[in-house]
């Protein structure tokens, strides 16, 4: 990150807590039938929890591996940590700069045989970085790669 990008950065998080913190009064109040209190997040734990990091997701096994489509597998979906969040600059996009593999045993299912277990690798994010360029989601499994999930090894460094 350059050094203006990150000087912007910094004033718009001083600016956003120089704020005045704002009373749940003065928000909407919840209708009349509920019960339930309005809670606030405070600036500083919405940022802190918006901001581009790595977190669990689940993914489509079909997604990651488009070739395999005469097959259905079980689970259809597994959890992955990906790259995800805000950067606090339209011009840049939560991205990977470290990626690892991860193989899991699912069950593969094709009409007319015998389910059987098949192991398949998948990228996780390791860590993640705001950066220029194109949004990773852009990208084939959204790692920055073209090469897909087996060969994330290239992938390390991100862009």
């Not at 998080?13 to 606030?40: F, R």
């Not at 070739?67 to 259809?76: A, D, L, T």
């Not at 389910?115 to 084939?140: D, K, N």
């Amino acid at each position: 990150m350059s050094a203006m990008r990150l000087f912007t950065c910094v004033l718009q998080l001083l600016a956003g807590l120089s704020l005045p913190a704002a009373s749940p009064q003065q928000w909407d109040t919840p209708p009349e039938n509920s019960t339930a209190e309005v809670e606030v997040l405070p600036f500083q734990e919405v940022w802190g929890r918006s901001f581009c990091r790595s977190l669990e997701k689940l993914v489509d096994v079909s997604t990651e591996y488009p070739g395999e489509v005469e097959h259905m597998f079980s689970p259809s979906c597994v959890s992955l940590k990906r790259c995800t969040g805000c950067c606090g600059d339209e011009n840049l996009h939560c991205v990977p700069v470290e990626t690892t593999n991860v193989t899991m045993q699912l069950l593969k299912i094709k009409s007319g045989e015998q389910p059987s277990y098949m192991e398949l690798a998948f990228t996780e994010h390791v860590q993640c970085e705001c950066r220029y360029g194109i949004p990773a989601s852009h990208h084939r499994h959204g790692t920055g790669c073209d090469q897909g999930p087996r060969h994330s090894r290239a992938c390390r460094g991100g862009y």
